[in-house]
């Protein structure tokens, strides 16, 4: 928020890394706490909500490949793969355990990251481009296994029904209930990012990413941190995975694919690589911009283009206007919309005295 | 089976995998002359080759003969890849490997998008005066389109051999490939040879766009020829003109046999994975493809 | 400029706070149609979609169901499962009563929402071939023949082919290796069992552009009496091509209903090419439609001259027979409730005591029978062959192997 750190005095090395470097982000982040948590559900009607909920079950997944792409500079076009494997892992255990969700929800995490870390492995050897290819690769070959793996997939069709999550015997079925639900773990997975980038394993990820020569020089463990990276990342894909499975009430690895992959590519770059507000703000673009788009190509289209028009040309138009503006933004602000916030605050910190 | 009737089979197998392989390799000719040049990323070459086949198409279907259509669409590609380079690359010159990633993702996007409102979603044709019957090479036989599409193959990857080797701008762009920096210090201007990298790429991607449209039909699908590229590139090196056709040999008669062979055994499907299993084996053992060039850095 | 901007920002922001449009006036049903117009499934979502509207246009110029105004609501999610969430959602909220999906996965993420929102939907064609049974999945309408019952119509068809006998011979399946693509399959082993012919598939992979070595095996090691394809996107055309140059009879092929459209036939190289071809088909073939004409007279009258989306008859009759059996629900529903509002339980027995449809159908949709225990209506099939340049009806509606398919589809769902 526009704020001035003007009267703060850092005084200590633990105070410049705190989590709240000020105590207006306390206030700020309070706030936004209670909007979520208290007044959105309240006010918004369900539709919204589902839309919150989208963007949230994609805010888990983004801050995973984000710490991966953006903190780690590994590149990653597999994370979709990942997602499958914690929904499929999450789905058996619900289905032939019974196990609740707190229980198939980290397991699930957990069987993404010990893949995660398999797929990790070439990373030693490769990095940017081929990297990409070798997890694109992965993606294809995880999504072949369980296509073809019926004791995961459970069946011809490949997908395995759960029931809905309950808590304290309340079942968890319509939007604004799930809402709750999904809004708990995009927090909880914002507050383990933010923790985690500015522990010692945080500020190995970055080293390794600005230059890794250099961090195996000071002590870093190049093999073990950039396979943490993939580890981490890769739970946070399986948690999303879970999330998903649980809000659509059914795993199924079709909503899994590789496009899915290269959306969440999209909203970590779009945001902006290595911040998590730009990790948020693009997950929020790339999953309500469409929807977006077409409201405002049905509310003034109507009057160019009649009803039946006007459906193919709001699909059209929601494609297009999506690629430009992705383009848009890359070719103006390359470091995505967290920089773009940056340069706003930037800008409103000294105003109006600028100079 | 006896061997006698076994090997017409392999033979059969290994036939279709080297044509269909050529086919593979001149779609990823264009990717690799962008990656060659710019170390840029081109995850449209698959709607690059669609709208060549648009193109040409539409042209097709206003009556126009059909080398005004083919000539109009070399014409068009080469226009729009020198226009994309202009507007869209050349601001994300020097920015992570992902931007250009995502702009090419964002451009794909606009030219699924466009299709249907504008020249409709429609399958279109590009006949192509060829022969009827198949071309028969002892058991085996080979689809006139293909033949077209080896000869159009080899042809590209004798003339951009010789452009890289012999013509005084190839020798540049090598030099670009090389090291941007010293090729600058040397008055190269390498703005002008990425553009010319990306037109090269417009170029090979309108004759692929016309070719594999002829066989496949021109729509949207024609797109998904695109997700091929990725193992044959590897395999040969994301840098090398050679290795995009012997990786395209490679993968046609990898997937040939395995559908071939590993099909019947395990109840199907190994063909898209083998190619993608030997891509990753290769990436560990060899991970700058048969060609390649080594940039690797030792930890 | 910037005033329309600022109007721009005030609507989307009325927007946000009203909670959306105006509610479902009463005289009016609304329907929430999903589509894929710009995913990998366009060539099917601009034809079949824009038949849908077509003929609510039309129904509604004729002056209604029972009295109700028909509202389409149509949204693209780009075959993409998110969007697919949203649309949903979407439809609710603009008073949505009913739904069509388009797309499995998309079909499949909200099987569960379909039964708590109580929101009756159509899969004709798509929908997970379970759901025919509608004691399991009760607001899930497949209202067409699903993927085990076209199975059925096409083993059926290969044996009146092979002279009435299957036994000893030899059947190749050839399918796309997806979810989709394997449904069949535990049909066809029965059927197998039952006929005694033996079967060997064939896996076409995604995108399955390319597929010369699957057809060699076929064609010079396996050498099947018959060919059943089920294929989706561009692997029918490329099939049909390279089995035509490895000299395999047509004839002794049949696609399932996403192998046979115009779009195929063309893409193999035209109806010429394509000679022979068989296609089941769910829906009636060509333009020779009451409703076809009525509907092409109805833009005349507007002044509109019919757009692309004609050219594709089996794609487009397809949407206009979806648009028939919803009109037919909606009007069981209004006439069992004798006024008020309608909802999707109405709705929802309104399908299930579907017997007729609109007459201007005519041949164009089978003798459909709904009933609480068959969302399917019967699972019946017509086959069209390629001939002389053109579809041709070879046979009538029928049904293959009912008792099989449905003992199948009651023996899938006691199992979960």
């Known amino acids: 928020m526009f704020h001035r750190e003007a009267g703060n005095f850092k005084t200590s090395y633990a105070a410049d890394m705190a989590l709240f470097p000020l105590p207006i982000t306390k206030y700020t982040a309070g706030f936004l706490l209670v909007l979520f948590f208290l007044i959105v559900p309240q006010m918004m009607h369900e539709y919204y909500l589902s839309i919150f909920n989208l963007i949230f079950i994609a805010i888990v997944g983004a801050l995973g490949l984000n710490i991966l792409v953006g903190y780690t500079g590994q590149i990653s076009i597999g994370h979709a793969a990942f997602m499958s494997v914690g929904a499929y892992t999450a789905a058996n255990l619900a289905t032939r355990l019974d196990l609740p969700f707190w229980v198939t929800l980290p397991a699930g995490g957990l069987m993404a990251a010990a893949i995660g870390m398999i797929v990790g492995i070439p990373s030693l050897r490769i990095k940017g481009t081929y990297l990409a290819i070798a997890t694109l690769a992965s993606q294809l070959i995880i999504e072949w296994i369980i296509n073809h793996t019926p004791a995961i997939s459970g069946g011809a069709s490949a997908s395995l029904e759960v029931a809905r999550p309950t808590l304290f015997g309340l079942e968890l079925s319509s939007q604004g209930e799930l809402y709750y639900f999904t809004l708990t773990f995009a927090v909880l997975a914002i507050i383990a990012t933010m923790n985690l980038v500015r522990s010692r394993v945080g500020r190995a990820f970055v080293a390794i990413r600005d230059q890794d020569i250099a961090a195996e020089i000071i002590g870093i463990n190049i093999f073990k941190y950039k396979l943490l990276a993939f580890a981490i990342s890769s739970f946070y894909a399986g948690v999303c995975g879970v999330l998903y499975t649980y809000y659509f009430g059914i795993a199924n690895y079709e909503a899994f694919q590789i496009g899915v992959s290269i959306d969440y590519l999209a909203m970590i770059i779009i945001g902006g690589l290595g911040s998590i507000l730009g990790t948020v703000l693009g997950a929020v673009f790339v999953t309500a911009l469409p929807t977006f788009i077409r409201l405002m190509v049905e509310t003034f289209g109507g009057y160019i283009w009649d009803t039946a028009q006007l459906s193919a040309v709001a699909a059209s138009m929601r494609l297009v206007i999506f690629g430009a503006l992705i383009i848009f933004f890359l070719v103006v602000e390359p470091e995505g919309l967290a920089r773009l916030w940056r340069n706003i605050r930037n800008y409103f910190r000294t105003w109006p005295f600028s100079y | 089976m006896t061997l006698s009737e076994e090997l017409p089979f392999i033979f059969s197998l290994i036939v279709s995998g080297l044509s269909i392989g050529m086919m593979y390799a001149l779609i990823a000719l264009g990717f690799v002359l962008v990656y060659k040049a710019t170390d840029a990323i081109n995850f449209a070459q698959g709607e690059f080759v669609m709208l060549a086949g648009f193109v040409a198409a539409t042209i097709l279907a206003a009556k126009a003969p059909l080398w005004v259509a083919i000539l109009l669409a070399i014409v068009a590609m080469i226009v729009f890849s020198f226009a994309l380079e202009r507007i869209v690359l050349r601001p994300l010159l020097g920015r992570p490997v992902v931007a250009v990633i995502m702009a090419t993702i964002g451009l794909a996007a606009i030219l699924r998008g466009l299709p249907p409102i504008t020249i409709g979603a429609q399958t279109k044709l590009i006949p192509l005066p060829l022969p009827e019957d198949s071309i028969n090479i002892w058991t085996a036989s080979v689809p006139p389109i293909q033949a077209l599409g080896v000869v159009v193959t080899i042809l590209c990857l004798l003339g951009f051999s010789w452009f890289f080797t012999k013509s005084r701008m190839g020798v540049a762009m090598r030099a670009v490939a090389d090291n941007q920096q010293v090729a600058m210090a040397m008055g190269i201007n390498v703005e002008r040879y990425f553009a010319i990298a990306w037109a090269m790429a417009g170029l090979v991607s309108a004759l692929g766009g016309i070719i594999w449209g002829s066989m496949l039909g021109v729509d949207t699908q024609l797109a998904l020829v695109g997700l091929k590229v990725f193992p044959v590139v590897i395999l040969g090196g994301l840098d090398s003109i050679i290795g995009s056709v012997v990786g395209g040999l490679i993968v046609g008669v990898v997937e040939s046999l395995a559908a071939g062979y590993l099909d019947p055994i395990v109840g199907g499907g190994t063909k898209d994975f083998a190619p993608y299993v030997l891509m990753i084996i290769t990436l560990m053992f060899k991970p700058y493809g048969m060609f390649g060039k080594r940039k690797i850095e030792r930890i | ?416």
């Open chain 3, 1 to 416: 400029m910037k005033a329309k901007r600022l109007s721009g920002l005030g609507v989307a922001a009325a927007f946000l706070l009203s909670g959306g449009a105006a509610l479902a006036q009463d005289k009016e049903i609304v329907i929430g149609a999903q589509c894929d117009r710009t995913g990998p499934t366009q060539i099917v979502g601009t034809v079949l979609c824009p038949a849908y509207h077509h003929y609510m246009n039309l129904v509604n110029k004729r002056g209604g169901v029972e009295g109700y105004k028909i509202k389409v609501i149509e949204i693209d999610h780009e075959y993409k499962v998110p969007p697919a969430i949203e649309a949903h959602e979407r439809f609710k909220k603009e008073g949505a009563v009913m739904t069509s999906a388009f797309g499995t996965p998309q079909l499949i993420a909200l099987l569960k929402k379909f039964d708590e929102d109580k929101m009756p939907v159509t899969s004709p064609g798509i929908g997970s071939s379970a759901a025919a049974d509608g004691k399991k999945y009760n607001y899930v309408f497949p209202i067409a023949a699903t993927y085990w019952s076209q199975t059925g119509g096409a083993v059926k068809y290969a044996k009146d082919r092979l002279g009435g006998n299957l036994k000893g011979k030899k059947i190749a399946y050839m399918f796309f290796d997806n979810p989709a693509g394997r449904e069949p399959l535990p049909v066809l082993e029965e059927l197998a069992k039952l006929e005694g012919f033996t079967m060997r598939t064939f896996s076409i992979p995604s995108p399955g552009i390319e597929m010369a070595a699957q057809v060699l095996d076929i064609t010079s090691r396996f050498r099947p009496d018959f060919i059943i394809a089920h294929l989706f996107g561009r692997a029918p055309s490329v099939a049909i091509k390279e089995l035509k140059g490895k000299g395999f009879p047509l004839t002794k092929m049949v696609g399932l209903v996403w192998a046979g459209a115009e779009a195929d036939i063309i893409a193999a190289g035209g109806f010429g090419a394509a000679e022979g071809y068989n296609t089941l088909q769910y829906a009636g073939v060509g333009a020779d439609f009451k409703v076809i004409k009525e509907i092409k007279d109805m833009l005349k009258a507007e002044g509109k001259t019919p757009g692309k989306e004609f050219e594709s008859t089996v794609t487009f009759n397809r949407g206009v027979y979806q648009g028939a059996v919803h009109v037919a629900a909606i009007a069981n529903a209004i006439k069992a409730k004798k006024g008020g509002k309608i909802t999707g339980e109405d709705l929802r027995k309104g399908f299930e005591s579907i017997t007729t449809l609109d007459p201007s159908l005519d041949g164009l949709a089978p003798p459909l029978k709904m009933s609480a225990a068959d969302h399917e209506g019967g699972g019946w099939v017509q086959i069209w062959t390629i001939k002389g340049g053109k579809f041709v009806k070879t046979t009538d509606w029928f049904q293959g192997y009912r008792d099989v398919v449905k003992a199948h589809v009651e023996k899938e769902n006691a199992k979960k």
